[in-house]
T-cell receptor
């Protein structure tokens, strides 16, 4: 099992450009999540998908959109990148909605917007 | 609402000495609590979790944490630090929401552990 995979690993964008971050999991998990990590702030939830066919906003959704393509895949799109979106982005998945089910994280995508 | 406070942003210990990383939480529900570790330029790995069973939780690599409801704390400890323990550690709280909203995690700001030879 590969677990949670993310592509690309690194990306540099110019302000105003768009891009899509891809995430896939092979653990048959129902729920998937996108976070951003900024220094001293831990991880903050951008969007999540509790189950296939549903998506909801997290703590910091502005400037992002998501698509739950199928049970395995959950993508994050930046329509018009801004320097404030420079961050490390993590995708995660978990088996069920109960709080005892930990999340499994991908290796991250390091994004720089100039 | 739930929140997590990691009381130290940086902790430095010598190899072979004990490690203590402090975490306080608040939650409106009965929480589950986790500690994750992140090595440089890597993703997050689960160290241990508390889910309302035993209050003393043992995790991987010799780490353990004790849930103290009266103090709303979940401090992470290890008797003897190893160089490979140098990393960033995150305390995380999750509360169960019976609305199919998924497993919502709230992260602390992180504690960077440095281990000196």
């Amino acid at each position: 099992n590969a677990g949670v995979t993310q592509t690309p690993k690194f990306q540099v964008l110019k302000t105003g450009q768009s891009m899509t971050l891809q995430c896939a999991q092979d653990m048959n998990h129902n729920s998937m999540y996108w976070y951003r990590q900024d220094p001293g702030m831990g991880l903050r939830l951008i969007y999540y998908s509790a189950s296939e066919g549903t998506t909801d906003k997290g703590e910091v959704p502005n400037g992002y959109n998501v698509s739950r393509l199928n049970k395995r895949e959950f993508s994050l799109r930046l329509e018009s990148a801004a320097p404030s979106q420079t961050s490390v982005y993590f995708c995660a998945s978990s088996g069920r909605g109960g709080s005892s089910y930990e999340q499994y994280f991908g290796p991250g995508t390091r994004l720089t917007v100039t | 609402a739930q929140s997590v406070t990691q009381l130290d942003s940086h902790v430095s210990v010598s190899e072979g000495t004990p490690v203590l990383l402090r975490c306080n939480y608040s939650s409106s529900y009965s929480p589950s609590l986790f500690w994750y570790v992140q090595h440089p330029n890597k993703g997050l790995q689960l160290l241990l979790k508390y889910t309302s069973a035993a209050t003393l939780v043992k995790g991987i690599n010799g780490f353990e944490a004790e849930f103290k409801k009266s103090e709303t704390s979940f401090h992470l400890t290890k008797p003897s630090a190893h160089m490979s323990d140098a990393a960033e550690y995150f305390c995380v709280v999750s509360d169960f929401r019976n609305n199919n909203a998924g497993n919502m995690l709230t992260f602390g700001g992180g504690t960077r552990l440095m281990v000196k030879p």
